[in-house]
Every structure is written in structure tokens, then in C-alpha cells.
């Protein structure tokens, strides 16, 4: 059993470039979430998802965008990267019909020039 | 709302020294709370959670949380530290808002250095 996998483990990406992360869990967990690590601050959610077909924004959304076309899938997407951008990504799965734990992906690093 | 304080940003013990790792939260509702652990260049994986119940709460790797409703506090403790304890630790929170979904907030993070 795999859990969560994220793709790539590291990018390095020039400003302005579109850019997409990769996150698949096979748990079968309804749902999924995105977040930003950095120095200093922690995780800090950007997106997350309740079930395939919703997506609601969190505490750190702008410049980025996802998509939930089904259970498994929960890419990122960065539409024109900027340098503020530069952060390691992770990405987590939860069940949610009683409170569970969230189970981490292995995390992209991506850094922007 | 809510949220998490992590008092200390950083925190250097001895190997076998008793350790302490200090969180405090906030939310107008009842709480469910974490602390996670990461280890170098890895992901977060859970060390143990309180949901109800007793509030003293054990975790893997020898240790444990004790949730204090009156001080809204949820500290972390282990009586004897290893070196391959040395890892940043994460507490977070969540809350029944009413929605089916329990998004978590993190704390900044406390970095535990166990030195030999």
C-alpha cells in the first residue's frame, strides 16, 4: 500500500511558468488537502477537498487552483508561479465521517527563480 | 476561529533528559487535537491525538499528551528522550463546525535537538 504519492519531489521552476503538483492517495479517503511549509510558519492549508466534485479555498489560495475529478487525484495547480512561491507542498488525505487523522504525502519542494 | 500557539520554536536536551514540548490553543467550540511529528526531509506522521475521554493520552514512541480543558493546553512529554528523537513536532487542532470536513491548524512547530 502505497498511501500518498506526490510528484515531482523537487522542481525548480522560472517565474511565470505554469506548474502542476501531483497528489494520489489509494485509501480511498474522501477527503483531501494541500499545504505550504514554510520557515518559520508552519503548514498552512491553500486548498482542500471534502469529496470528489468540491473544492473549498483555505487560509493561503491565491495563485493557486485545484481540482477533484475523482477520489483518488487532487493536483495543484500553479497558473504563473512567482518567487513567493518557493515552498515544500504537501499534500494529505483524510477519512471524514468521524474525526481521523490526516495521512502526509511525502511532499514536492519547489523552488522559483 | 481557532488556533494554535507552539511556545517554543526550538528546544535542545540531553539524551535520557525528560522533555516538555508546549502547546496552547484556541476555538469557541469542543476540540480535537494532534501533535505530528516530522523527521528530516519526510512527510508528517501522527504521534497521537485526543478526541475524548481521558485526558491523558499516549502516543507512539513512548510519548504522551495530557489535554487541559481549563488551560486550554496540550503539551507533550516524554520521560526519556533518544537521539532519533530529533525531529521537528507539530501540534494542531481541529473542531466540529457543523460541516462534514475537520480541517487541521498547525502551531509554527517546535524543533526537538536531542544531543548525546
Known amino acids: 500500500i502505497a498511501g500518498i504519492t506526490q510528484a515531482p519531489t523537487s522542481q525548480i521552476l522560472a517565474a511565470g511558468r505554469r506548474m502542476t503538483l501531483r497528489c494520489t492517495q489509494d485509501m480511498r479517503h474522501n477527503a483531501m488537502y494541500w499545504y505550504r511549509q514554510d520557515l518559520g510558519l508552519g503548514l498552512r492549508l491553500i486548498h482542500y477537498s471534502n469529496t470528489a466534485g468540491t473544492t473549498g479555498k483555505g487560509e493561503v489560495p491565491d495563485g493557486y487552483s485545484v481540482s477533484r475529478a475523482n477520489t483518488d487525484d487532487f493536483p495543484l495547480t500553479l497558473a504563473s508561479a512567482v518567487p513567493s512561491q518557493t515552498s515544500v507542498y504537501f499534500c494529505?488525505?483524510?477519512?471524514?465521517?468521524?474525526?481521523?487523522?490526516?495521512?502526509f504525502g511525502p511532499g514536492t519542494r519547489l523552488t522559483v527563480l | 476561529a481557532q488556533s494554535v500557539t507552539q511556545l517554543d520554536s526550538q528546544v535542545p536536551v540531553f539524551e535520557e533528559a525528560p522533555v516538555e514540548l508546549r502547546c496552547n490553543y484556541s476555538?469557541?467550540?469542543?476540540?480535537?487535537l494532534f501533535w505530528y511529528v516530522q523527521y528530516p526531509n519526510q512527510g508528517l506522521q501522527l504521534l497521537l491525538k485526543y478526541l475524548s475521554g481521558s485526558t491523558l493520552v499516549k502516543g507512539i514512541n513512548g510519548f504522551e499528551a495530557e489535554f487541559n480543558k481549563s488551560q486550554t493546553s496540550f503539551h507533550l512529554r516524554k520521560p526519556s528522550v533518544h537521539i532519533s528523537d530529533t525531529a521537528e513536532y507539530f501540534c494542531a487542532v481541529t473542531s466540529n463546525s457543523g460541516g462534514s470536513n475537520y480541517k487541521l491548524t498547525f502551531g509554527k512547530g517546535t524543533l526537538l535537538t536531542v544531543n548525546p
Open positions: 476555538s469557541s467550540v469542543s476540540v480535537y
Open positions: 494529505a488525505s483524510s477519512a471524514t465521517r468521524t474525526v481521523n487523522e490526516q495521512f
